[in-house]
């Protein structure tokens, strides 16, 4: 019994240290040596808040951060999801939200697409305020309600039958910061795809090298 336990556990251990190697510790360090392109700015310490609030939310779960190249489908362009996402894209996210779902629409590029930070606001409070077919779960806990807005206040924009009677739906921080975050989410500035493809061939042929 010893005899046949011994060659399956080191055949899982290798198989796990294979998989480590090629999907943690080698795309890790690709993304180190990446530089961060002229027009992609650093998170700001509010849109850094809000994406701990699209982490803690499960956004990924449903959602996907990395738009397709057309050689694999022609549906993320039709879309006007952006161009093909490169790794330069993803120097300022730790950890990268990348998703392996699509429930809903790719978002890398959703700052672009829809900067309204209202837009933002009513969706996240009752999605089926904007879309009436959505699924998406609604996030009223990120608001407050009010009997009268104060000074300050981002009061949310309501269709009068998702208005609580008497009441003000107003965003708390959270709410904001998440819109901060998805506003600061656009990559749409161009990439030189022949320079890359060119330095991920140079990156191949190092690790061959070793």
Not at 64 to 76: F, G, K, N, V, W
Not at 108 to 130: E, F, K
Not at 135 to 162: H, I, R
Not at 184 to 200: F, G, I, Q
């Amino acid at each position: 019994m010893m005899n046949r336990l011994l060659p399956i556990a080191v055949g899982a251990i290798a198989i796990l240290a294979f998989a480590t190697l090629m999907l943690v510790i080698l795309p890790g360090i690709q993304i180190r040596i990446e530089e961060a392109p002229a027009g992609l700015q650093p998170y700001t310490a509010q849109e850094l808040a809000g994406r701990q609030q699209y982490v803690n939310l499960g956004c990924v779960y449903c959602h996907s951060q990395q738009p397709r190249s057309h050689e694999q489908t022609l549906a993320d362009a039709a879309q006007g999801w952006g161009r093909p996402s490169v790794a330069a894209d993803y120097v300022y996210d730790r950890p990268h939200q990348l998703g392996t779902m699509r429930t809903g629409p790719d978002l890398l590029n959703v700052g672009a697409r829809l900067p309204s930070a209202d837009w933002h606001l009513t969706h996240l409070y009752q999605p089926r305020a904007i879309f009436d077919w959505s699924n998406m779960p609604a996030f009223p806990f990120l608001f407050e309600e009010k009997a009268q807005a104060e000074p300050g206040d981002m009061v949310v924009k309501l269709p009068p039958e998702f208005r609580p009677d008497g009441k003000t739906i107003v965003a708390r921080q959270p709410a904001l910061d998440l819109v901060a975050y998805l506003q600061s989410l656009d990559r749409s500035y161009p990439v030189d795809n022949e320079k890359n493809a060119v330095r991920d061939q140079g990156f191949a042929k190092r690790l061959e090298d070793r």
